[in-house]
């Protein structure tokens, strides 16, 4: 009994190691952003994919949207259009529904698609991912503003001047967001260097030229 008790006790002093060692990876993103869709299919994801056991990834699907509460209903101008703000929810609902690893999976998918917000793009995605398409838009229509509206509230005070923008330990800083979006693994290795994972003494992943922003 002692055995297992010592057992279970280094079992939760590792993961609380491990817990401690994970770097915070924000990202404030908007659905309909080229430069955005780019980021996360050429570093977030593949970079998560290989660091996922030391990332904690936290997406914020709000962008350079615009948000005010008339009566006791949210409004929203997103940058690019209704469309875009329909594909923030979709996104913040697939956020609220799923582990992140599972709806970045559906987010990238979307991204690389045609027609980013299209009902098909969602139900085609969703299906990849695991997810039900049916679910995402109950939660649309049910408490999607309010998820939305959340993400508008923690983006505010972050007062980013582009998307894609990344926080590491959500730290502002506009030097390190921009080394992130051309090579994310480099400033993540750099943060995990006093206990570097294996997958930071190899070169999987080339970082990127150019990566158009998009504005506020």
Same mark, same amino acid.
């Given at each position: 009994?002692?055995?297992?008790?010592?057992?279970?006790?280094?079992?939760? /002093?590792?993961?609380?190691?491990?817990?401690?060692?994970?770097?915070?990876? =924000?990202?404030?993103?908007?659905?309909?952003?080229?430069?955005?869709?780019?980021?996360?299919?050429?570093?977030?994801?593949?970079?998560?994919? *290989?660091?996922?056991?030391?990332?904690?990834?936290?997406?914020?699907?709000?962008?350079?949207?615009?948000? $005010?509460?008339?009566?006791?209903?949210?409004?929203?101008?997103?940058?690019?259009?209704? *469309?875009?703000?329909?594909?923030?929810?979709?996104?913040?609902?697939?956020? +609220? =529904?799923?582990?992140?690893?599972? /709806?970045?999976? @559906?987010?990238?998918?979307?991204?690389?698609? #045609?027609?980013?917000?299209?009902?098909?793009? @969602?139900?085609?995605?969703?299906?990849?991912?695991?997810?039900?398409?049916?679910?995402?838009? #109950?939660?649309? *229509?049910?408490?999607? +503003?309010?998820?939305? /509206?959340?993400?508008?509230? $923690?983006?505010?005070?972050?007062?980013?001047?582009?998307?894609?923008?990344?926080?590491?330990?959500?730290?502002?800083?506009?030097?390190?967001?921009?080394?992130?979006?051309?090579?994310?693994?480099?400033?993540?290795? *750099?943060?995990? #260097?006093? +206990?570097?994972?294996?997958?930071?003494?190899?070169?999987?992943?080339?970082?990127?030229?150019?990566?158009?922003?998009?504005?506020?």
């Amino acid at each position: 009994m002692a055995k297992l008790v010592c057992a279970i006790v280094l079992l939760s /002093a590792l993961s609380l190691t491990q817990a401690a060692h994970k770097v915070k990876v =924000s990202l404030y993103y908007e659905a309909l952003c080229g430069g955005c869709s780019y980021f996360i299919h050429s570093q977030l994801k593949p970079v998560y994919k *290989e660091l996922k056991d030391h990332v904690q990834l936290d997406l914020v699907p709000f962008g350079n949207a615009r948000f $005010r509460k008339v009566g006791s209903k949210w409004q929203f101008m997103c940058q690019h259009g209704p *469309e875009e703000c329909y594909g923030n929810i979709i996104h913040a609902c697939a956020l +609220d =529904s799923s582990p992140v690893e599972v /709806a970045l999976d @559906f987010i990238a998918c979307c991204e690389g698609q #045609k027609f980013v917000t299209s009902d098909k793009t @969602f139900q085609k995605c969703s299906k990849k991912a695991g997810l039900k398409f049916e679910d995402l838009k #109950k939660c649309k *229509e049910t408490k999607g +503003d309010d998820l939305l /509206a959340a993400y508008g509230k $923690r983006s505010k005070p972050v007062g980013y001047p582009w998307v894609p923008f990344i926080t590491i330990n959500d730290k502002y800083d506009e030097n390190v967001s921009m080394n992130a979006m051309y090579d994310l693994k480099s400033v993540l290795c *750099e943060h995990l #260097k006093d +206990d570097p994972p294996k997958a930071c003494s190899k070169k999987t992943i080339d970082a990127v030229d150019e990566i158009s922003v998009c504005r506020a």
